[in-house]
């Protein structure tokens, strides 16, 4: 099984970006423990705060691998070229947030991608990740 894992603008800042919101450990830290938990599962990251580069990617492996995890930051409000991408793969596609969006400011309750996921798992912090993982290996 090959899961991609891909965090959009700002999340390059996990560990010092408003901790208070998003936490002290970083995304290094993060992936290590999930490849520890799921040694059976090709853990791939990908990291942009660029959105073209996002979609390059997503449409790169989102045909062969067998799920993807996407925090896509500010572009969940905002990018319907990302659902248009996440629409046209193959490839499921698990939303995260670290916070829980809801209980913030009102523009991050609504997410365009949403329409194109699998599912949407938000406010577990980094543990969000995992439970997508787990949500793709079950699905599978």
Do not use: W
């Amino acid at each position: 099984m090959k899961i991609l894992i891909m965090n959009g603008p700002n999340l390059n800042l996990l560990g010092t970006r408003e901790p208070g919101v998003y936490g002290h450990e970083t995304m290094d830290t993060c992936m290590k423990n999930l490849r520890e938990q799921y040694p059976d599962i090709t853990l791939e990251y990908y990291q942009s705060n660029v959105e073209g580069e996002l979609i390059n990617k997503l449409q790169e492996v989102g045909f062969t691998y067998d799920g993807i995890v996407l925090n896509a930051g500010a572009y969940t409000h905002t990018s319907i070229a990302l659902l248009d991408c996440i629409r046209s793969l193959k490839t499921p596609v698990i939303e995260v947030h670290i916070s829980n969006v809801h209980a913030r400011e009102d523009f991050r309750h609504q997410s365009v991608i949403s329409a194109g996921c699998k599912g949407v798992i938000a406010g577990f912090g980094l543990d969000s990740y995992r439970l997508a993982v787990e949500a793709l290996k079950i699905g599978n």
